[in-house]
């Protein structure tokens, strides 16, 4: 297996534009995580899914962001319309139940200028 | 939200030598993990302990875990430069029921010396 599969893997926008990561998890991995890494907050949860379905998007800074995961293999983090404080490493993790541990990839540099 | 916090924050040492990391946290938990971070790449997984377990063995790595003061402590002997990295505690929250979420903490810098 490749691996989680993170694309792309820097991006730099201009304030205002929309913003979408995509990650393609292990296969059969059935639990998908995002992450969010910035010096100051460290690495915080911004939503997970479990079968595809979303379980807790409890960490999603606010309205602009929205995730999917339209079937296993595939998920997408949208921002819209994306800030410079959303500048940081997106990383997306999957791992399979009672297994332990994740696997991550290799994440997606954002920048917002 | 629980989360482990590492402790040092920052730790350097030369070649050969052991490191030792601890992690505390706050609520009770089913596993503790810990992972790995290469400059510019990923979280790699390096062990989980159970809640019912004091010590785990992985090559150069030992991990404890202490539930009564709610503290782990990872353990890396014979350091090598490619050490050099920065180290993550995670825990799970057990009133997620089963779920495979993990809280992680912010992490500490080690720096191996050649």
């Known amino acids: 297996d490749a691996g989680v599969i993170q694309s792309p893997r820097h991006e730099v926008t201009e304030m205002g534009q929309e913003v979408t990561l995509r990650c393609k998890p292990i296969?059969?991995?059935?639990?998908l995580f995002w992450y969010r890494q910035t010096m100051m907050r460290g690495l915080e949860l911004l939503i997970y899914?479990?079968?595809?379905?979303?379980?807790?998007d409890s960490g999603m800074p606010e309205d602009r962001f929205s995730a999917k995961m339209p079937n296993a293999s595939f998920s997408t983090l949208k921002i819209q319309p994306s800030e410079p404080r959303d500048s940081a490493v997106y990383f997306c993790?999957?791992?399979?139940?009672?297994?332990?541990?994740?696997?991550f990839g290799s994440g997606t540099r954002l920048t917002v200028v | 939200s629980q989360q482990g916090e590492e402790d040092p924050q920052a730790l350097s040492i030369q070649e050969g030598e052991n490191a030792t990391m601890n992690c505390s946290y706050k609520?009770?938990?089913?596993?503790l993990q810990w992972y790995r971070q290469n400059s510019g790449r990923g979280l790699v997984h390096l062990i989980l302990?159970?809640?019912?377990?004091r010590e785990k063995h992985s090559g150069r790595l030992r991990v404890t875990l202490d539930t009564s003061k709610k503290s782990s402590s990872l353990l890396i002997t014979a350091s090598r430069a490619a050490d050099t990295a920065s180290y993550f505690c995670?825990?799970?929250?057990?009133?997620?029921?089963?779920?495979?979420?993990?809280?992680f903490g912010k992490g500490m810098k080690l720096t191996v010396n050649p």
């Open positions: 302990i159970r809640s019912n377990e």
């Open positions: 899914f479990n079968n595809n379905v979303p379980i807790d």
């Open positions: 995670a825990t799970d929250d057990p009133s997620q029921g089963g779920s495979e979420k993990l809280v």
């Open positions: 609520t009770s938990i089913n596993n």
């Open positions: 993790a999957s791992s399979l139940t009672g297994r332990g541990g994740y696997t």
């Open positions: 296969s059969g991995h059935d639990y």
